[in-house]
């Protein structure tokens, strides 16, 4: 998107760009341009965080009441679009974009004073108990227990598609309380430590041989009641306020650099010579249809990035983010790998390890182009499928 910025925001940008310059280390950018998901791994994203937390940087849409910095909408825009560029760590977003603002919705006073400083200190490092075996889009359907006990309930199930619970020390999680009723009636939503007795983590290996999710067993686990977020039963109005932030949070910023630098490479000389890729009409087409998608993105996220500001949810437009977003970053992905060409197709996962010595086999790029790929095939489905999405803007936008 071509910006034209006045003093403010360029002495910002100026600002932004001297903190990268002196903040991010040769192996935080390292590891911020070899990591192929929205998740960095923990040892390099927790670092990150607290740097940018001893900043006051830490949640940029958070109200500054609870420790956002008080950016307006371009002071967002070019914070992410620079960081983008620099190629830093991604931060989770399941605290800082997920559990945060819901609990900043229905928490308790005492839980946002608990969870909301923890989260920005990287203290809790949160994953979400949603998906489970027969419950995933028609995620109503869920089926595991919590039986009142006192103080407590006592959960018995499982999660699966469990993003990085491996590292996790808290998740939020969605419990049947009670089978009255519809089904979204019996939900209730609960906040709890990963390590309570009775919870098993096993890895779920991904396609493109990596570890990032997990299915969580739960045997007779006690949580205390006072981890639950708003009523008991009524949990599944904190889920859908939840899910739309993860569907319309965060920015396109990282897939704006991730189209340039697609442009730059298709513009580069093969080595075995020939003509450059960007030469291809075709591919120049598939390029400039994705780069128009993507602007358009960028308009609803300012609706949705003003609405956030003035303490709001971003409604049904979460939705139309969720989809487009995802699509044009599986868009994006495709136009990766064909400008890899047949490096695309070598496994090299040992190489890209942060700090390995292993040379590239290829371009730089083709490290990452590949499992990229593969990794963000389930962004159309996580979060909710695109097709439920499409049903969701049928019904809340269309009137239909």
């Known amino acids: 998107m071509k910006l034209t910025l006045d003093q403010k925001h360029e002495d910002f940008r100026r600002e932004v760009r001297m903190f990268l310059e002196e903040n991010l280390t040769p192996e935080l950018a390292q590891a911020g341009r070899l990591s192929t998901s929205v998740f960095s791994e923990p040892q390099h994203s927790k670092p990150w965080l607290k740097i940018l937390n001893e900043k006051g940087w830490a949640a940029p849409h958070w109200p500054e009441k609870y ?10 825009y070019i914070f992410a679009s620079e960081c983008a560029r620099a190629g830093t760590p991604s931060l989770s977003p399941m605290g800082l974009h997920m559990v945060g603002p819901c609990i900043m919705g229905y928490g308790t006073e005492e839980q946002k004073a608990y969870y909301l400083p923890r989260i920005l200190s990287g203290e809790d490092y949160w994953c979400q108990g949603y998906s489970e075996p027969g419950a995933g889009s028609d995620l109503a359907s869920l089926q595991m227990r919590a039986v009142s006990d006192g103080d407590d309930y006592i959960l018995n199930g499982s999660k699966i598609w469990t993003t ?83 569907r319309g949070g965060g920015n396109s910023a990282g897939l704006e650099a991730a189209l340039e630098r697609i442009r730059i490479m298709a513009h580069a000389e093969p080595a075995g010579g020939g003509r450059p890729l960007a030469s291809d009409p075709a ?55 064909e400008a890899a060409g047949l490096y695309g197709n070598v496994d090299q996962m040992a190489a890209r390890q942060p700090g390995s010595n292993i040379e590239p086999i290829g371009p730089q790029h083709s490290l990452t182009a590949m499992p990229r790929y593969l990794n963000n095939r389930a962004g159309s489905i996580y979060g909710g499928s695109n097709e439920v999405q499409r049903n969701v803007m049928a019904k809340l936008l269309l009137k239909l």
């Not at 420790?67 to 967002?76: A, L, T």
């Not at 400039?288 to 500001?309: N, Y």
């Not at 303490?311 to 969720?322: I, Q, T, V």
């Open 164 to 246: 990085q619970a491996h590292h996790a020390n808290k998740m939020f999680c969605l419990v049947r309380t009670s089978t009255e009723g519809k089904p979204q009636q019996g939900i209730t939503f609960l906040l709890l430590d990963m390590n309570l007795p009775g919870i098993r983590v096993e890895p779920i290996i991904t396609l493109a041989g990596e570890h990032e999710v997990n299915q969580v067993f739960f045997d007779d686990v006690r949580v205390p009641k006072s981890g639950r977020l708003g009523e008991e039963n009524d949990g599944w109005t904190v889920a859908k306020y939840l899910l739309e932030f993860e």
């Open 67 to 76: 420790g956002g910095p008080g950016w307006d909408e371009m002071e967002k």
């Open 283 to 337: 591919f120049q087409r598939r390029f400039t249809d994705t780069k128009i998608a993507l602007e358009g993105i960028v308009i609803t996220e300012k609706r949705v990035t003003a609405a956030l500001a003035g303490g709001g949810n971003p409604g049904p437009a979460s939705s139309m983010l969720k989809t487009a977003r995802t699509e044009t970053m599986q868009r994006i992905d495709e136009l990766a790998i």
